[in-house]
């Protein structure tokens, strides 16, 4: 069958529900807020891995010690532990536009005193530990509210597609991010990554205020009550669809999802190599997220199917980089 040219269109009542099979991958990008939040987004996700990029980096300038470089991605990654759950209450229950606005410009302002302290030389451990946690819990608070406008701007039948395409776009911000960041790094300094992150949000900030109450599918509000994130722990534990998933990436986030601290101690101290290295270490990592992501896409195994194999996958390519003697091997691994 052929695609469904669902056409030009500035309200998201004019695109109706349409087999998915029948319409093209990038047709939610037709829909002009979904287009412009897209764009936006791309630009801050880039925005984004270039700070952690940036952030682990300097670092390694700062100390030399593996402990504090692991605590910065310990400080990144704690809000999620803690407030993931909190935040997509908070989500359910608030105006998803002006907590949008709040947590991005929150987190503008954090990426922006960094990056100045970072310029004027007065940035250090403890510093940089505390703005990176404040960062992460604006980035906590953020994710809920954002995944849940995709729904809101994208008719049923689209739908699929626009999920789709939040994952290119992400993966193809954690590809682009690492590498611009060495190149950024190297010309200009490690303050200016942050201050281009900074910058970054404000594309976000400025599509949010194109959104209009028109734009967004009118989906039943969720209304509050006590218990609701107990009901969704529930729901996840009941559900193998869910449980499996969230399992897996447990025990692959606790135990060897270290990449953060791992390879900018690489690229310093194994290989003795300065900040492009590092970066090329995230950007090959991206690209080999996008090109999995766009594998599993194409894929009919079922998902414990897939997650199992995969897993394994990691953990062999895992080890072969811990025992490789040099960067031209560790790179494609």
Do not use: C
């Not at 109706?16 to 093209?24: G, H, K, L, M, Q």
């Not at 300065?274 to 950007?283: H, Q, R, T």
Request: charged share 10%; no cysteine.
């Amino acid at each position: 069958m052929g695609e469904v040219d669902v056409g030009e269109v500035g309200d998201v009542d004019e695109v109706r529900e349409v087999a998915a099979s029948t319409v093209s991958p990038w047709a939610p990008l037709r829909i002009k807020i979904f287009r412009a939040l897209w764009i936006a987004g791309l630009a801050s996700n880039v925005g984004t891995y270039m700070h952690t990029t940036g952030a682990a980096w300097l670092m390694t300038t700062l100390t030399r010690s593996p402990t504090s470089i692991s605590l910065l991605q310990t400080v990144w990654a704690a809000p999620g532990f803690l407030l993931a759950l909190f935040a997509g209450a908070l989500a359910d229950i608030v105006d998803r536009r002006k907590l949008l606005l709040v947590t991005q410009g929150s987190m503008a302002a954090i990426a922006a005193v960094i990056g100045v302290l970072t310029v004027t030389g007065e940035i250090a451990v403890w510093s940089l530990l505390l703005l990176t946690f404040l960062l992460s819990i604006g980035g906590t608070l953020n994710m809920p509210p954002w995944s849940a406008l995709t729904p809101e701007l994208v008719p049923p039948g689209l739908l699929p597609q626009g999920i789709a395409l939040n994952s290119i776009e992400m993966n193809i911000a954690q590809s682009v991010g690492p590498a611009v960041a060495g190149l950024v790094i190297a010309t200009l300094g490690t303050g200016a990554v942050f201050l281009v992150n900074a910058v970054s949000f404000l594309a976000v900030i400025g599509a949010l205020q194109l959104m209009e109450s028109k734009d967004l599918r009118q989906l039943e509000p969720v209304a509050r009550r006590a218990g609701q994130i107990r009901e969704g722990m529930r729901y996840a534990a009941r559900d193998p669809e869910v449980r499996f998933p969230l399992a897996a990436m447990a025990v692959i986030g606790t135990l060897a999802l270290n990449n953060q601290v791992t390879t900018p101690l690489l690229a310093r101290i194994t290989f003795h190599a300065g900040p492009a290295l590092f970066a090329a270490f995230g950007a090959v990592g991206g690209l080999g997220a996008l090109l999995g992501a766009l594998t599993a896409a194409g894929r009919r195994q079922a998902t414990t199917v897939l997650i199992g194999r995969a897993a394994l996958g990691f953990g062999a390519l895992t080890l072969g980089v811990s025992l490789s003697p040099w960067p031209g091997l560790a790179l494609p691994l």
